[in-house]
């Protein structure tokens, strides 16, 4: 059974089986009943000479020490950074070249949190060791999801079909709403209810994916009437820090309802988790409620080093290491992101001002988007010609230079600034090739930063296309683009997340 972990990312919490989820709670509970029998001693030879990295770019707490605290009860050692000040992310360092060192100084695996959706899936193309998602930005957080689902397991006689739990407080900004709810997708008959403001409500795209997956998910305006329903009710913290244009004092007055006090849990025999931590200015638990039969997230944050020391031990009790390879494997260095569109053999006539025989034409910019573009590629500072136009009738405007190859970060900062370019490759004044970029949605999606470098890639969902890293749908709006390339395309990628690999 072992073998299910053996050297495994752990990106997605979606990348569990059902089996996987139940084996890993097993073991955890047997690590709980050793702590219990006073048997903690009995694991240290477990994970002798084995090393942990933990790369953390965000404030932690309860993950990152649990991790240090699984590996030391296993026997392994524990290095790493804890808030980038002091490394050389502060000079510029991208993420590619941190994963490398961390490679070179021979740890055994990685734990990673950072404030970018999809940067871990990133990070795990890069490094020949396996990487655990720590949390990345308000995408997943699957070792939390795995803690919890084994917490529910523990209070829950071992079981996890027919589970009903409530969700509070901000289901919008977070990640661990998105991985536990997933998490629990896998079982059956699993009801949720959420009392929330819309603002911090359940994002539509999630709901439509557990209703898919079999979970009834149901909204009431009545926390008290939520917590009346379910055995569980799990509580978050409003994530501030991912909130754009809303003051902290507008978001006490969304909370207000939805607080967790004593009159709320009163005669009731909810337990109530919390992945913490708890905001104390906001105190969505109120205070007397930590010293009610109710309060469980203390315990739920125990349960979290079972939870990590069970999946550090399936994954890296082996004998053999994974020796450093200094080179990239060549799958990084291209996306998989240009969307060909068959060529034309005859233009319209006045499409083209002035023929240009060798360079590239920057077609279907996005109206007002022009002087932008042009002043994001900087192209005449960098020696090359730089002609905007726009034809007469037509609302898109189009940018032809001599510059015969765009790089990946032209390309990029194009798209950030106008979505869905087409790029036309002119050789001997015919058009070599024509393709529209695509760039993930996602505006806090790794691919999209230009210094990270991140080849954006896809792959085929069925007919949905998502994005490789942060896995969020991509919808292709260019009305240039017949159903016909859009099939060729989608044709062209690959069917699911096949992890790189190293030989
Ligand atoms: C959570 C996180 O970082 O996503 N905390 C945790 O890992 N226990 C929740 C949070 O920060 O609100």
Same mark, same amino acid.
């Given at each position: 059974m072992a073998s299910f972990f053996k050297n495994r990312d752990i990106i997605s919490i979606t990348d569990f089986t059902k089996e996987e989820i139940l084996y890993l709670c097993k073991v955890g509970k047997s690590m709980y009943e050793k702590e219990k029998k006073g048997e903690r001693h009995s694991l240290s030879g477990n994970l002798k000479n084995r090393t942990l990295a933990s790369m953390f770019y965000e404030p932690s707490t309860r993950t990152r020490f649990s991790f240090h605290t699984a590996i030391r009860e296993l026997g392994g050692g524990c290095d790493g950074f804890s808030g980038t000040e002091g490394t050389s992310v502060m000079k510029k360092e991208t993420i590619r070249d941190t994963i490398m060192m961390m490679g070179a100084n021979h740890f055994d695996a990685i734990v990673m949190r950072h404030p970018l959706d999809g940067s871990i899936q990133w990070a795990a193309d890069v490094a020949n060791i396996p990487v655990i998602n720590g949390g990345d930005g308000k995408n997943e957080h699957p070792t939390q999801a795995l803690l919890d689902i084994l917490t529910l397991y523990m209070m829950n006689n071992e079981n996890l079909d027919g589970i009903s739990i409530g969700f509070g407080g901000d289901l919008s900004h977070g990640r661990t709403i998105r991985s536990l709810s997933l998490a629990l997708s896998h079982f059956r008959d699993v009801t949720i209810r959420w009392a929330a403001e819309d603002f911090l409500g359940m994002p539509g795209d999630l709901t439509d994916l557990l209703e898919e997956r079999g979970v009834r998910v149901i909204r009431d305006p009545h926390v008290r009437t939520v917590l009346e329903h379910v055995?569980?009710?799990?509580?978050?913290?409003?994530? @501030?820090?991912? %909130?754009?244009?809303?003051?902290?004092?507008?978001?006490?007055?969304? %909370?207000?309802?939805?607080?967790?006090?004593?009159?709320?849990?009163?005669?009731?025999?909810?337990?109530?988790?919390? $992945?913490?931590?708890?905001?104390?200015?906001?105190?969505?638990?109120?205070?007397?409620?930590?010293?009610?039969?109710?309060?469980?997230?203390?315990?739920?944050?125990?349960?979290?080093?079972?939870?990590?020391?069970?999946? &550090?031990? +399936?994954?890296?009790? !082996?004998?053999?290491?994974?020796?450093?390879?200094? !080179? *990239?494997?060549?799958?990084?260095?291209?996306?998989?992101?240009?969307?060909?569109?068959?060529?034309? +053999?005859?233009?319209?006539?006045? %499409?083209?001002?002035?023929?240009?025989?060798?360079?590239?034409?920057?077609?279907? *910019?996005?109206?007002?988007?022009?002087?932008?573009?042009?002043?994001? *590629?900087?192209?005449?500072?960098?020696?090359?010609?730089? @002609?905007?136009?726009? @034809?007469?009738?037509?609302?898109? $405007?189009?940018?032809? !230079?001599? &510059?015969?190859?765009? !790089?990946?970060?032209?390309?990029?900062?194009?798209?950030?600034?106008?979505?869905?370019?087409?790029?036309?490759?002119?050789?001997?004044?015919?058009?070599?090739q024509k393709y529209v970029y695509l760039l993930c949605s996602n505006a806090n999606c790794v691919s999209r930063v230009i210094t990270e470098d991140v080849p954006p890639k896809f792959y085929a969902d069925n007919s949905t296309v998502r994005c490789r890293y942060c896995r969020r749908p991509l919808r292709i709006e260019s009305r240039k683009v017949t159903e016909e390339d859009r099939q060729r395309f989608i044709q062209s990628l690959p069917p699911g997340i096949d992890q790189v690999k190293y030989d």
């Open positions: 055995d569980f009710f799990y509580m978050t913290r409003p994530q @501030i820090e991912r %909130m754009e244009g809303v003051t902290q004092k507008q978001i006490m007055e969304m %909370m207000d309802r939805y607080r967790i006090n004593s009159e709320k849990v009163e005669g009731l025999k909810v337990k109530l988790m919390h $992945p913490l931590p708890v905001n104390s200015e906001v105190a969505e638990i109120d205070y007397p409620v930590y010293f009610s039969s109710a309060q469980a997230f203390f315990l739920q944050a125990e349960f979290g080093i079972f939870l990590r020391k069970a999946l &550090l031990y +399936e994954m890296l009790s !082996t004998e053999t290491y994974l020796p450093f390879q200094s !080179t *990239l494997p060549g799958e990084l260095a291209a996306g998989n992101n240009r969307l060909y569109r068959a060529g034309r +053999e005859k233009k319209k006539e006045g %499409m083209f001002i002035d023929t240009i025989s060798s360079g590239t034409v920057i077609d279907h *910019l996005k109206p007002g988007t022009l002087k932008k573009v042009e002043a994001s *590629l900087d192209l005449e500072n960098r020696g090359y010609s730089c @002609i905007a136009a726009s @034809i007469q009738g037509k609302k898109n $405007p189009f940018l032809k !230079t001599n &510059l015969a190859r765009l !790089t990946e970060r032209d390309l990029k900062r194009i798209a950030l600034v106008s979505p869905e370019p087409t790029i036309n490759h002119i050789e001997n004044e015919k058009v070599a």
